[in-house]
Nanobody
Framework: QVQLVESGGGLVQAGGSLRLSCAASGSIFSINTMGWFRQAPGKQRELVAF???????MYADSVKGRFTISRDNAKNTVYLQMNSLKPEDTAVYYCAAQPKYTSRYDYWGQGTQVTVSS
């Protein structure tokens, strides 16, 4: 089992920045890819970014050039640096972990609210 705990959400004005953190514990050795998802009210959950154990990253088109995902393996923590935030970035952000033996994100955090005011 893997436990994920997000932190760093909050209220920020448009154009501002936030950094989300996701601390992992438990069977860390079983994890390959870590991802950040978000879900806005009335919308489906979407993948924002992911980073593989080898450091390969991917971003949704809507956040490219503004968000940066990184991981500190020594601290078992994944970060999402969010710059130039827009009101449409408002959502609950979830951290998720993908085990090495599957393509699914099997482990999820509780989510952290990000609200961007105009």
């Amino acid at each position: 089992q893997v436990q994920l705990v997000e932190s760093g959400g909050g209220l920020v004005q448009a154009g501002g920045s936030l950094r989300l953190s996701c601390a992992a514990s438990g069977s860390i050795f079983s994890i390959n890819t870590m991802g950040w998802f978000r879900q806005a009210p009335g919308k489906q959950r979407e993948l924002v970014a992911f980073i593989s154990s080898g450091g390969r990253t991917m971003y949704a088109d809507s956040v490219k050039g503004r968000f940066t995902i990184s991981r500190d393996n020594a601290k078992n923590t994944v970060y999402l640096q969010m710059n130039s935030l827009k009101p449409e970035d408002t959502a609950v952000y979830y951290c998720a972990a993908q085990p090495k033996y599957t393509s699914r994100y099997d482990y999820w955090g509780q989510g952290t609210q990000v609200t961007v005011s105009s």
